[in-house]
T-cell receptor, first 118, second 111 residues
Framework: EAGVTQSPTHLIKTRGQQATLRCSPI?????VYWYQQALGLGLQFLLW???????NRGNFPPRFSGRQFPNYSSELNVNALELEDSALYLC?????????????????FGPGTRLTVL | GENVEQHPSTLSVQEGDSAVIKCTYS??????FPWYKQELGKGPQLIID?????GEKKDQRIAVTLNKTAKHFSLHITETQPEDSAVYFC??????????FGAGTRLTVKP
C-alpha cells in the first residue's frame, strides 16, 4: 500500500512569490494535516482538512491557506513568501477523526517538501 | 493554547544503555500523547502512544509513562542500538485534529 506522497520534494522561491505544495493521502484516509518543521522548532501545526472542509488551523497568518479535493488530496498555498517561511512542510493523513470521544487515529506522515525562500 | 516542552534537545548514549526523553504539557485537557521517530530525509513515524486513562505502556524495548497530575510523560528506550539513532518528537493532543509537538530530541547511539 502506498504511503502519503508529497510534491515537489524541493521548492525554491523568492520573497513575495507564492508556493503551492501538494499531498496525496493514504487510500481510504479522509483527514489531511499540514505541519511546518522549521530548523530547531519541531513541528508546528498548520491546517487540518477532513471531507473537503477546513476543520482547524494553527497559529499562522492567513497567507497560509489550502484546500482538500474530492479525492482527499490536498494543496497548501503560501502567499507573499517571507524568508522565515523556509522550512520542511510535512503532510500527514489519517482515517476520519471527528469525534473527540474516540481514540485519535494514527497520523501517517509523508517525506515532506523542503521550501527555500531566497 | 497547548505548549509542549521536550528535554533534552540532544542525547548521546552508548549502545546497550538506556535513553530517556521527557516532555511536559500545559493543557490539562490533553488526552492523547504519541511519540514519533524521524530518520534523516523521512517524515516522522509513530512508535508508541498513550492515552490519558493509562499510566504506562510498553512495546518491546520502548515504553512510555504518563503522570497526569504533574502533566509530564516520558519515553524510555532500553538496550539501545545504533539504528535507534534519530530525532524523537513527543506530542500532545488537546482537541481532535490539533496535535502539538515538542521541539525534538536528537538521539545518537554510539556503537
Amino acid at each position: 500500500e502506498a504511503g502519503v506522497t508529497q510534491s515537489p520534494t524541493h521548492l525554491i522561491k523568492t520573497r513575495g512569490q507564492q508556493a503551492t505544495l501538494r499531498c496525496s493521502p493514504i487510500s481510504g484516509h479522509t483527514s489531511v494535516y499540514w505541519y511546518q518543521q522549521a530548523l530547531g522548532l519541531g513541528l508546528q501545526f498548520l491546517l487540518w482538512y477532513d471531507e473537503g472542509e477546513e476543520r482547524n488551523r494553527g497559529n499562522f497568518p492567513p497567507r497560509f491557506s489550502g484546500r482538500q479535493f474530492p479525492n482527499y488530496s490536498s494543496e497548501l498555498n503560501v502567499n507573499a513568501l517571507e524568508l522565515e517561511d523556509s522550512a520542511l512542510y510535512l503532510c500527514a493523513s489519517s482515517e476520519r477523526n471527528l469525534l473527540a470521544a474516540l481514540p485519535d487515529n494514527e497520523q501517517f506522515f509523508g517525506p515532506g517538501t523542503r521550501l527555500t525562500v531566497l | 493554547g497547548e505548549n509542549v516542552e521536550q528535554h533534552p534537545s540532544t542525547l548521546s548514549v552508548q549502545e546497550g544503555d538506556s535513553a530517556v526523553i521527557k516532555c511536559t504539557y500545559s493543557d490539562s485537557a490533553s488526552n492523547y500523547f504519541p511519540w514519533y521517530k524521524q530518520e534523516l530525509g523521512k517524515g516522522p513515524q509513530l512508535i508508541i502512544d498513550i492515552r490519558s486513562n493509562v499510566g504506562e505502556k510498553k512495546d518491546q524495548r520502548i515504553a512510555v509513562t504518563l503522570n497526569k497530575t504533574a502533566k509530564h510523560f516520558s519515553l524510555h528506550i532500553t538496550e539501545t542500538q545504533p539504528e535507534d539513532s534519530a530525532v524523537y518528537f513527543c506530542a500532545a493532543r488537546r482537541r481532535v485534529g490539533d496535535m502539538r509537538f515538542g521541539a525534538g530530541t536528537r538521539l545518537t547511539v554510539k556503537p
